[in-house]
């Protein structure tokens, strides 16, 4: 016995079993139906909520990538079902190994970098969501994506997202009972609840900063009354148009980006009045005005911040205070003898700094998420007026309406895909029954539900 070799194995028929379950674990690690965040930021977090539930619930597996794992961390609470991971969007070996372990992807990045994301999920088979508008570059990718058969999901969030599913569905109902829509108005605007609103701008940020910064600079293009209408960026928030909601004050409109292009989309080609706009206090409208007629927005000429104080800054909007706007300019600290920000290189970039700073959701803030849509139709020669509106408040600043309204329909998606609800491939936004249906059937049990009325 003392010269025996001995080994683990004594048997070929041990060995054998060993191997067999150390490649069925291996290939149910590699068949774990895996969904893949990118971006974890102030849009994400009832998103990662929701999926951590979904994942455990279905024994999927979540991963969740940013620039900043901390931030992961923090809102995962260390979960076991979630795997934090710090990324680099734009290195392509770290973005590739991570989209090829993923069966859907969800990407919550700028706009800019889909692209990155959508060309890598099209080479490895991977479906993808996002909120964002769906622009050229991801369109050029279309045929690639149908003959690979995979699902793409654009303006799948808030506005763009739920205004498309609630809208469709009331536009599907109308044609269904034989109706002609002859005009539609669709409002939907992130703002401060009654009960945090405590500044003149009766607004505070609960979203991408950079976004209310850069908000309306393509002006905008509508259809009222059977004429086109094209609304340069200067005078945008000029005459807004009153919006009544019940259980709300009165707020006002702006329109927002090209409205004519949802016109073939939504197959309203009867609609004489097609427009769709973004909500605001009627106060903010007066103080951006006046922002924009300074050209304090300017994101693309430097300055020189040698000695710039704030007031110098902005001297371009003396000609431009009045009764109505002087105490929502002073607000925000536009006459202020301090420097502006060291890191300022452009005069967006000043404003940035102080809309972060005075407009800021503090820990116990609740923002407020507002649509509205207006249908006039005709049938059987009868004129019909019907309205769809909805009203969600945050839990506080850190779960926001913004990040419920934004996030859910994303992660409802991902569940849909995965478990087989949606079957569709190609490149779509919510436009279609299979696809706002089970969503916005879901949204409802989050507290997401529409109130219709005929008016």
Same mark, same amino acid.
């Given at each position: 016995?003392?010269?025996?070799?001995?080994?683990?194995?004594?048997?070929?028929?041990?060995?054998?079993?060993?191997?067999?379950?150390?490649?069925?674990?291996?290939?149910?690690?590699?068949?774990?139906?895996?969904?893949?965040?990118?971006?974890?930021?102030?849009?994400?977090?009832?998103? %990662?909520?929701?999926?951590?539930?979904?994942?455990?619930?279905?024994?999927?597996?979540?991963?969740?990538?940013?620039?900043?794992?901390?931030?992961?961390?923090?809102?995962?609470?260390?979960?076991?079902?979630?795997?934090?991971?710090?990324?680099?969007?734009?290195?392509?070996?770290?973005?590739?190994?991570?989209?090829?372990?993923?069966?859907?992807?969800?990407?919550?990045?700028?706009?800019?970098?889909?692209?990155?994301?959508?060309?890598?999920?099209?080479?490895?088979?991977?479906?993808?969501?996002?909120?964002?508008?769906?622009?050229?570059?991801?369109?050029?990718?279309?045929?690639?994506?149908?003959?690979?058969?995979?699902?793409?999901?654009?303006?799948?969030?808030?506005?763009?997202?739920?205004?498309?599913?609630?809208?469709?569905?009331?536009?599907?109902?109308?044609?269904?009972?034989?109706?002609?829509?002859?005009?539609?108005?669709?409002?939907?605007?992130?703002?401060?609840?009654?009960?945090?609103?405590?500044?003149?701008?009766?607004?505070?940020?609960?979203?991408?900063?950079?976004?209310?910064?850069?908000?309306?600079?393509?002006?905008?293009?509508?259809?009222?009354?059977?004429?086109?209408?094209?609304?340069?960026?200067?005078?945008?928030?000029?005459?807004?148009?009153? %919006?009544?909601?019940?259980?709300?004050?009165?707020?006002?409109?702006?329109?927002?980006?090209?409205?004519?292009?949802?016109?073939? !989309?939504?197959?309203?080609?009867?609609?004489?009045?097609? !427009? *769709?706009?973004?909500? *605001?206090?009627?106060?903010?409208?007066?103080?951006?005005?006046? !922002?924009?007629?300074?050209?304090?927005?300017?994101?693309?000429?430097?300055?020189?911040?040698?000695?710039?104080?704030?007031?110098?800054?902005?001297?371009?909007?003396?000609?431009?205070?009045?009764?109505?706007?002087?105490?929502?300019?002073?607000?925000?600290?536009?006459?202020?003898?301090?420097?502006?920000?060291?890191?300022?290189?452009?005069?967006?970039?000043?404003?940035?700094?102080?809309?972060?700073?005075?407009?800021?959701?503090?820990?116990?803030?609740?923002?407020?998420?507002?649509?509205?849509?207006?249908?006039?139709?005709?049938?059987?020669?009868?004129?019909?007026?019907?309205?769809?509106?909805?009203?969600?408040?945050?839990?506080?600043?850190?779960?926001?309406?913004?990040?419920?309204?934004?996030?859910?329909?994303?992660?409802?998606?991902?569940?849909?895909?995965?478990?087989?609800? !949606?079957?569709?491939?190609?490149?779509?936004?919510?436009?279609?029954?299979?696809?706002?249906?089970?969503?916005?059937?879901?949204?409802?049990?989050?507290?997401?539900?529409?109130?219709?009325?005929?008016?």
């Amino acid at each position: 016995m003392q010269g025996r070799k001995i080994t683990p194995f004594r048997e070929r028929g041990q060995l054998s079993r060993f191997l067999s379950q150390i490649h069925y674990l291996a290939k149910k690690n590699i068949d774990l139906k895996t969904i893949l965040l990118l971006g974890a930021g102030k849009s994400a977090t009832v998103l %990662i909520d929701y999926l951590l539930k979904e994942t455990e619930a279905n024994k999927w597996k979540f991963i969740i990538a940013d620039a900043n794992k901390e931030q992961v961390l923090l809102k995962t609470g260390n979960s076991r079902f979630a795997e934090a991971i710090q990324i680099d969007i734009t290195k392509d070996e770290a973005r590739e190994s991570l989209i090829k372990r993923a069966h859907v992807v969800i990407s919550m990045m700028p706009p800019a970098l889909h692209f990155l994301i959508a060309k890598d999920c099209v080479e490895y088979r991977k479906h993808l969501l996002t909120a964002s508008y769906l622009d050229k570059n991801i369109k050029s990718l279309q045929q690639e994506i149908a003959h690979r058969k995979l699902f793409f999901l654009c303006e799948a969030g808030l506005d763009p997202g739920i205004d498309h599913m609630s809208a469709m569905k009331i536009i599907d109902g109308i044609k269904n009972k034989g109706g002609v829509i002859t005009s539609f108005k669709s409002h939907c605007g992130g703002l401060v609840a009654p009960e945090s609103d405590n500044n003149p701008w009766h607004y505070k940020i609960s979203w991408n900063p950079r976004n209310v910064v850069t908000a309306g600079k393509a002006g905008a293009e509508y259809k009222l009354e059977n004429k086109v209408e094209n609304k340069s960026y200067q005078k945008l928030f000029q005459d807004c148009l009153p %919006i009544k909601i019940d259980g709300l004050s009165t707020l006002a409109a702006y329109p927002n980006r090209d409205s004519l292009s949802y016109i073939p !989309i939504y197959k309203l080609d009867t609609a004489q009045t097609f !427009i *769709r706009t973004t909500l *605001r206090h009627p106060s903010f409208c007066e103080g951006w005005d006046a !922002i924009v007629q300074a050209n304090l927005a300017n994101e693309i000429d430097a300055i020189n911040i040698t000695g710039l104080s704030f007031k110098k800054w902005s001297a371009t909007i003396i000609p431009f205070v009045n009764d109505s706007n002087k105490e929502m300019l002073q607000y925000l600290g536009l006459f202020d003898e301090t420097l502006v920000p060291p890191t300022a290189k452009t005069s967006a970039d000043v404003l940035q700094h102080l809309l972060e700073l005075k407009l800021a959701m503090q820990p116990a803030d609740k923002d407020m998420i507002v649509m509205l849509h207006e249908f006039e139709y005709a049938i059987a020669g009868k004129t019909n007026k019907i309205e769809s509106s909805l009203i969600v408040k945050g839990e506080d600043s850190l779960r926001t309406a913004m990040a419920k309204t934004v996030g859910l329909p994303l992660g409802i998606a991902a569940k849909l895909i995965l478990n087989g609800t !949606i079957k569709l491939t190609g490149l779509y936004i919510p436009t279609l029954k299979e696809i706002y249906g089970p969503i916005l059937k879901e949204l409802e049990f989050s507290g997401i539900s529409f109130k219709e009325k005929m008016v």
